[in-house]
Structure formats: C-alpha cells, structure tokens
C-alpha cells in the first residue's frame, strides 16, 4: 500500500467490474493476445486500450515525446491529470479513456466529478483524483489481499521492475497517449474513431520495438462495449450465454482476490500434523516426504544432465 492506493492487476475481469463498481454502464474490457487490428475490430465499438509496460526507471526526461508530440493545449479541452501518488495508474489509465468519451453513461459521481475538475490544471486534478475517496475505495477493493507488510521504502533502481498503465484513446478526431507521468497528452496523429482499431497498432509495435527483443511482459486491454448488447441486438444467444459465463467466472476470481489464504493453510497443516501424531505415523509421513523431495531432486538431476548431453558437441 502506497499512500492509500493498492497496486491491482491488469486483468479483464478486474478492469470490468471496477468500472461497474464505478457507475459506468454497458463496458467491458478484452484482452488482445496479439496486436492484431482486425481482430480489434471485431469488438468495435472500441473506445480505448489500456497498456501495461516496464517503466524505464533511470531513463531521462527530454523536452520531445519519445514517440509523437507534446501537445500542451490539449490539456485545457480534454480529461488529462498528471499522476501524483504511486499505484494509481491502472485506474487513472481508465478514467483518462472514460472521462473522454461523450458517448458513454459514466453515472452520476464520475460525471459530476468530470465536471469538478473540468477547469483544474493537470496537476490539481491528479491530486483531486488521488483523494477521491470513491475512486480510490472502488480501486482498492480490486487489490490482491497481502497478509505480510513491507514498511521499508527505498528510491526504485534500474534492475528494478516497475511496471505502468497508460491509455491510448481517439479524441476530437486525434489519437492520444494518455500518461501521468508525462507533462501533457501526446498527439499521435489524425485518427477518426473507426480508424482507431488500424492507427493504434503501429504506435504500439514502435513502443514495444523499444524494448530487448526478450521482454516480453507487456499487456494489453481493450474498453470496448458490452459484447451482450451486440449479440443480443443479433439473436446470438450463444455469444450472449458464454459472456454470462464469462462474468460469473470473473465474479468468483474477484471475489477470491479479496482473500489471502495464509490462515486457511496454517490450520490444515496443523489438523494434518495432529491427526499423523494422533495415529502415530507421523515420523513415518516425514520420511515419506523427504524420500519424495529426494526423488525429485534426483529426477531433476538425470534430466539437467539428459539435456547437457544432447547439447554436447
């Protein structure tokens, strides 16, 4: 926990449902496996992504956008807020591509906190969304339940892995990257909101291309429509039914994210310990169990060096 916020996963389900805890109607997010525009189409209409990267701790900050332009007025016509608190760049991320629709039924508090923080510079409105207690109490009860607590702080270090959300959506007809952490929204060229779905895939192979060609942990999520309305429009019962299915399972994983399970172990392990001394057979089930331990290191061995000999020349 950082000052209030909790770090959450860039998940599908999660991403879903914390809009729905926040009021929005009829969103979902999609995860793309691949960068594939046609297949981004196909969940059309699409309104957004939100992309997950390792953050380049140590790398310096230049008066150019790396990629595209600065584009400095941009900030006083649309939603940009400058993150100003660890933690909160998964839901900012979001809300940068939510609060910049006109097309979407946001709810009544996000809508009049949009309207709050409209005239606010980027950096009042970080601090106004930082302290928003619905939105950081709707992005915490997504968090992963943590029974240990580490309350030492140190300056990050480039062998690091930090990891950031930013989002990349089409307004007033221009495709913007949406980051916090940058001085204003980045301008990636004209781009009408059917376009979106081709224009955004050469940004993102560009930013990827920045990369080793080894590092392959990037994730990337979809805001798109409820897929239910398109299908239900069309008779697709079978759509319909398998998205039911779909957020009941997402249900039960958000439900499990609440929960550490520490406790749960400790005591099975102590009725399992009790019942084997009870019985008498417990010397006998710690012999097995380092019998099985040793046997597996064995195997472990033979393998290692099963694979040493094909690699010999």
Not at 9 to 38: C, H, P, R, W
Not at 184 to 206: A, Y
Not at 226 to 233: S, W
Request: net charge negative.
């Amino acid at each position: 926990m950082s000052g209030g916020w909790n770090t959450i996963e860039s998940d599908a389900g999660v991403f879903t449902y914390l809009v729905d805890n926040l009021g929005v109607k009829n969103v979902q997010f999609e995860e793309m496996i691949a960068l594939d525009a046609d297949y981004l189409k196909q969940q059309s209409p699409v309104y957004g992504v939100i992309f997950l990267f390792k953050y380049p701790v140590g790398q310096k900050k230049t008066d150019q956008a790396v990629d595209g332009q600065y584009d400095f007025a941009a900030s006083e016509d649309i939603f940009f807020a400058n993150q100003t608190i660890q933690n909160a760049c998964a839901t900012q991320a979001i809300l940068s591509v939510l609060l910049n629709r006109g097309d979407l039924d946001l709810g009544d508090q996000l809508r009049e906190f949009k309207e709050f923080t409209q005239a606010f510079p980027a950096e009042l409105r970080g601090e106004t969304l930082s302290n928003s207690e619905l939105i950081r109490g709707v992005h915490n009860s997504f968090a992963r339940s943590n029974p240990f607590i580490d309350e030492g702080t140190r300056a990050a270090t480039e062998d690091d892995d930090l990891y950031h959300f930013i989002a990349y959506t089409p307004i007033n007809g221009i495709l913007y990257e949406i980051d916090g952490l940058q001085p204003s929204p980045i301008s990636h060229g004209r781009c009408k909101e059917e376009e979106f779905p081709e224009k955004i895939i050469p940004v993102l192979q560009r930013r990827i291309e920045r990369y080793p060609a080894t590092e392959i942990r990037f994730n990337l999520l979809a805001m798109v429509q409820d897929l239910r309305i398109k299908a239900a429009e069309i008779g697709d019962v079978e759509t319909v039914a398998r998205e039911d299915e779909k957020r009941k399972l997402w249900i039960w994983e958000n439900e499990l994210r609440r929960h550490n399970f520490v406790g749960f172990a400790h005591e099975v392990l102590k009725r399992a310990v009790a019942s084997k001394l009870r019985d008498g057979k417990y010397d006998e089930w710690m012999d097995e169990a380092k019998q099985k331990a040793r046997d597996r290191m064995d195997e472990r061995k033979k393998v290692r060096g099963q694979k040493e000999d094909i690699a010999s020349p």
